[in-house]
């Protein structure tokens, strides 16, 4: 057998693995965050509305839509909901009256700061244990693949 057939199906072999790892790791974040969600008044799905606006500052409820692949009557029911409970706040565009954005209120930047927070605590306390030289790696290799994740989504 060639050597690279052999590693080939090594690099098979360990991309499955490496997938259903990813899989599995991101299951266990989810729930996490869930649990942390639990001590709020606020459900998932409005928690990545919240992640989305601060991460990328005010947008219209299409562009939240897009971004959370939700209907834009959902979005609309999932804003009035945050809206009612002073975490984001509708706002007139003022170059053009008829864009309406929606932006992340004090209370929902104070929510999203304490949940990642906690579950940036959540992952310090994972790896421990690990030596510092392997967070390093580990945190420059998933970033690399998500550079080039993100590269090849945005290609379209």
Do not use: C
């Amino acid at each position: 057998m060639a050597k690279d057939s052999v590693s080939k199906n090594t690099n098979q072999v360990e991309i499955a693995a490496m997938e259903k790892d990813l899989r599995h790791i991101a299951d266990i974040i989810k729930q996490k965050g869930r649990e942390i969600l639990n001590n709020y008044t606020i459900t998932p799905p409005q928690f990545i509305a919240l992640q989305w606006l601060d991460e990328l500052g005010d947008m219209t409820i299409g562009d939240l839509s897009n971004k959370m692949y939700l209907a834009f009557s959902t979005t609309t029911d999932l804003i009035d909901r945050m809206e009612k409970n002073q975490l984001v706040q509708r706002v007139r565009d003022m170059q053009d009256r008829r864009v309406v954005r929606i932006h992340l209120l004090t209370e929902g930047e104070k929510i999203i700061k304490e949940v990642i927070e906690k579950r940036q605590k959540y992952l310090g306390n994972i790896v421990s244990d690990f030596q510092s030289s392997e967070i390093e790696e580990l945190s420059a290799l998933l970033h690399k693949m998500y550079v080039r994740m993100n590269d090849e989504m945005n290609e379209d």
